[in-house]
């Protein structure tokens, strides 16, 4: 497993320049691609689908693209997305009437398969399924919008999703995503995170846009 993971969250890119966006971000020394899909019904936003994905695999990226849908339902579009080059693809439990079938349908199409908690969604709901995924991702702020602020308790559930990871034995992915900053990565890493999404943290730092994101990147690393 690679050690750590910084995933910048493109939610927070200049969307009139996205390919160079995420070049620049790849170049700085990002490793994935986070990649928010919002719906206007699971959660209160709308932004992008496969087809955003696909130009960027057209413009040239072969980084790994972290699909994180908040999408209901899920399953319909899980198809379009592996076509359109995601890498993994991580849903919410509520909206999927069937978690472990969903699950296997990603990994179905070749992609990696990542469940996603809400700050209130208790970690029961890896009981069953924690051996099937590729990833557990945990919100540390409700999903729908960049720039909202890390919520402490999301510190004790990582130390929790973290043991129950490591009981499992297998490489299963710890991601955060919400309110990750330069200032509080240390101590998200200390309580058992990996993977780290960081949206207005990266493309909003302060100088980025005179300097690139080299900085930012090297900092959060
Ligand atoms: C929120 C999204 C996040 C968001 C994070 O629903 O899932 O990925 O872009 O943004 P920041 O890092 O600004 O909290
Ligand atoms: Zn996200």
């Known amino acids: 497993l690679q050690s750590t993971v910084i995933a910048p969250s493109i939610l927070s890119a200049n969307f009139a320049k996205l ?28 932004t992008i689908g496969p087809l955003v994905c696909e130009a960027l695999r057209k413009h040239g990226v072969t980084a790994p693209i972290d699909v994180h849908l908040m999408v209901d339902p899920v399953d319909r579009i ?6 359109a080059g995601a890498s993994t ?23 990696g398969a990542g469940l996603v908690l809400n700050p ?33 308790s999301a510190l004790d559930k990582l130390r929790r999703v973290r043991e129950r990871i490591d009981n499992s034995g297998r490489a299963i ?29 990266i493309f909003n730092a302060p100088g980025a846009d005179q300097h690139g994101y080299d900085e930012i990147v090297r900092r959060m690393k």
């Open 173 to 201: 992915r710890l991601e955060i995503d919400g309110g990750v900053k330069a200032d509080n990565i240390a101590e998200i890493a200390a309580a058992g995170a990996d993977t780290f999404v960081a949206g207005s943290a």
């Open 78 to 83: 899980v198809p379009d997305f592996a076509k």
């Open 19 to 46: 390919g160079e966006e995420v070049d620049n971000v790849l170049k700085a020394g990002a490793d994935w691609v986070h990649f928010d899909v919002m719906d206007n019904h699971y959660v209160p936003n709308l």
């Open 120 to 152: 209130a969604t208790p970690i029961e709901v890896l009981d069953w399924v924690l051996e099937d995924l590729d990833l557990v991702l945990l919100m540390s702020v409700n999903p729908g919008f960049g720039g909202q602020s890390f919520i402490p």
């Open 89 to 111: 693809i991580s849903f919410h439990p509520e909206a999927s009437l069937h978690v472990h079938r969903t699950i296997q349908l990603i990994k179905s199409h070749g992609c």
